[in-house]
């Protein structure tokens, strides 16, 4: 089956009872049983439910996994990811990354005895110097989050099974669309639903994929132990989402390259974050495990001026300033003081997140349209 295929079909069938093409929101919290332990498939609906389960199915399909668990959130994913870890285990981290993850890990579960080491993986030359007998995890975003760059993830897998770590990939800004990482020797697929699998800016969701049984069982119980889980009704929405994923992809891609082409010929632009662009430092790698290079651009502004910043994304009309990204509208968002705002000042700027970095979430529009409104909020810099 095609992955366009899978999108719309993968883990579904119609409802045997109606005859319904969608899946049903299945709205109930409880199962009836036939005896005591004896039931369908289905008791409790934090366990399982089962509009839920046909979108676990389907998004692990997409990943060509085996093992698909839907949480409430992506933090409640990656929460559910760090607490396969105890005391005294230590993770090595990109340090380009999510803001909310940094979060979570040091002001979490770094109360708990884990400790993170955040560095560079453009470059895996020097990531045996942080593995030691702690070592358990590798997290890695890829492209990153919000400098958009890119990790060998095979390589990376390569140094992961040599040391007998699990590897983890968040794969939120390319989509299984564009990057399978299970394929390329990761053990487990985080998303943020939330973004471009939902794809319309309406739910609140993560996701996890593996092959591995053992891993899958662990995870498992974690999810059901800890209940955060999603609804049925986000889960069907999200469920609808994905079966335009393949399209939607297609042009973020293509709107995403004439974003990149104009800002880097732009008077007042630094420098563009895109790891299309033949200038991009790990271009190679993300030609070699990419397909397609997404809608996800960030851009400097010469003189690294915050007020130029905010004058530029509070004066665009159709890039709507605000926090997420993968919808079909255009975000645009300003990551020192909203994504990234919980990182410390001098850490995120050593990853580039200076004052002057605007994020774009280049939706599906007419592009025509998106250039010229960049180029109207780019026109008030004097």
Known sequence: MKFGTKTIHAGQKPDPTTGAIMTPVYQTSTYIQSS??????????????????????????????????????????????????KPGDEVISTNDLYGGTYRLFTKIFENYGIKFHFIGMENLSNIDNYINKNTKLIWAETPTNPMLNIIDIEMLATISKKHNLTLVVDNTFATPYIQKPLELGADIVMHSLT?????????????????????????????????????????????????????????????????????????????????????????????????????MVSFDLKGNNLEDAKKVVENTKYFTLAESLGGVESLCGHPASMTHAAIPKNEREKTGVVDSLIRLSVGIEDIEDLIEDLDSSLSLLV
């Open 36 to 85: 005591p332990g004896q039931h369908s498939g289905f008791e409790y609906s934090r366990t399982g439910n089962p509009t839920r389960k046909v979108l676990e199915d389907n998004i692990a399909a997409l990943e060509n996994g085996k093992y698909g668990l839907c949480f409430g959130s992506g933090l409640a994913a990656i929460d559910a990811v760090i607490k396969l870890l």
């Open 195 to 295: 973004k471009y699998m939902g794809g319309h800016s309406d739910v609140v969701m993560g996701a996890l994929i593996c092959n591995s049984e053992e891993i899958a069982e662990k995870l498992f119980f974690i999810q059901n132990s800890c209940g955060a889980v999603p609804g049925p009704m986000d889960s069907f929405l999200v469920l609808r989402g994905i079966k335009t994923l393949h399209i939607r992809m297609e042009r973020h891609c293509q709107n995403g390259e004439k974003i990149a082409g104009f800002l880097i010929n732009h008077p007042k632009v630094e420098g563009v974050y895109w790891p299309g662009l033949k200038s991009h430092k790990n271009h190679n790698v993300a030609k070699k495990q990419m397909h397609g290079f997404g809608g």
